[in-house]
């Protein structure tokens, strides 16, 4: 019995020894590993160096672990910066054409006006943005040049898609001919556009010719070289214009010449730019808003006045507006909206398109027809001697309610080159006009100086005839003249003399001619009038 017990506690001993020993070697393992782990990172690098480091230079090693940013040519870099352009580009013709389908109407509620009228507002308010700023004559800035050009580009995008079926032949496979209908640009857009975009060219051009030139300068209102006397007398409703100014003696003749020339290529852009709008807003259809606001006879709408100008035996239209009143912009905007009435109730009654009975009246349909042809006559003369002048009530109605989206791209492209090249031509007679104050000052005071300075003859013979005790050899001799009649003489002379004076003095003699424009604000001056109609909602 006492050897089992002893048996028994020696195999306990031995139990607790094992759990003593596992523990320890478990403790043995894991400072190997750890000692194994330090002596790895002692371990000598590739270069021979120890890769040991220490404690502040741990953070090197997380650097050296990001990877470097690539390095970019210039070539990339361009390539980069040309897609990010077209980018910007391709928003900023999405957010154009959204606007114009919305019909300028953002809730997209249907409100909007129509796609044409929309379109006409974009060329507007486009031509605004760019020629408003345009206040000199100068080279236009590359970056707005070149926003003109892409935006008119894609404005007239649309145009491409305005089609017409005509009728074309077509082969087939086995020789026969046969007629089958093709599309095209509509004719009147084929034929227009390109006069447009060179009428566009050449303003652009006219504008860079001024680049170099040195002849003339401008100066703000408030600067002290401006002659505040005449920049009150001219240009009154332009004070944010600034003044031309010329050298002291005034511009050369080459530099005359060249202003006279550009001014001559600009009238012509002008000219042609007002035909073609003429022609377009002629061709559009009368709304019948407009037709039933109409009063119901031509004397009703023009007045007993003008109407009996009008309706004489022997009619002349430059003394008939020699007659109106055309002092004011508005007086010969009134004028003109009572001749288009008239001449829209003649017509009608000409064509019998009206079956009403208010419509019917006792003149002849030839005196009719005869009235008709002198109120176009006198229409035309307005709009050639005042070509800035707002548009009137027909032509608002007109643009205001046509559907045609090509009519509507030719009316409002050729109506802002014509105010386009109206502003330059305003800005080449201003410095034309300054050109001519600068001359004429400077003749009036040569004549002054030389009327005030005798010659050094007259000088030398006033003194000896002056001087004291001075004989001529005809005074010896006895053969001078009667002293009454040399008395006379020099009265008369002193007499011729100062009449001289009094004329030269004369302050009509010494006004300045006034020179006569016909220069009215354009629309790009006045963004009130040049701003398309809105639809009414």
Known sequence: MVRAGEQEQQEGYKAKLFNFRGIFEGTGRHTKSLSVDIATSLEPTEDGAASSRSQGSRPLNDLEKIPKAKVMSKEEIAVKEAKDKLMQEMEQMKERFAKLLLGEDMSGGGKGVSSALALSNAFTNLAASIYGEQKRLEPMPAERKAKWKKEIDWL??????????????????????????????????????????KLDAMLIECLDNFKDQNEFYYVSKDSEDSDQDSAKKKNDDKWWLPTPKVPPEGLSDGARKFLQYQKDCVNQVLKAAMAINAQILTEMEIPESYIDSLPKNGRASLGDSIYRSITVEFFDPDQFLSTMDLSSEHKILDLKNRIEASIVIWKRKMNQKDSKSAWGSAVSLEKRELFEERAETILLLLKHRFPGLPQSSLDISKIQYNRDVGQAVLESYSRILESLAFTVLSRIDDVLQADFQIQSQNLQGRRMSSVSRPSPREETDKGSAEAPGAMTLSDFMGWGADPGDSEMKKQESFAVTDEFFKDDDDPKQQKLPAVVTNKKGSYLENLGVMRSPTSRH
């Not at 007629?179 to 447009?196: C, S, V």
Request: zero cysteines; charged letters at 25%; aromatic letters at 2%.
């Open 156 to 197: 007239l995008s649309v145009t491409d898609y305005v089609v017409e079926m005509v009728p074309s032949q077509q082969k087939s496979k086995d020789g026969t001919n046969m007629e089958i209908m093709t599309t095209r640009q509509r004719t009147d857009l084929h034929m227009n556009i390109p006069a447009l975009r």
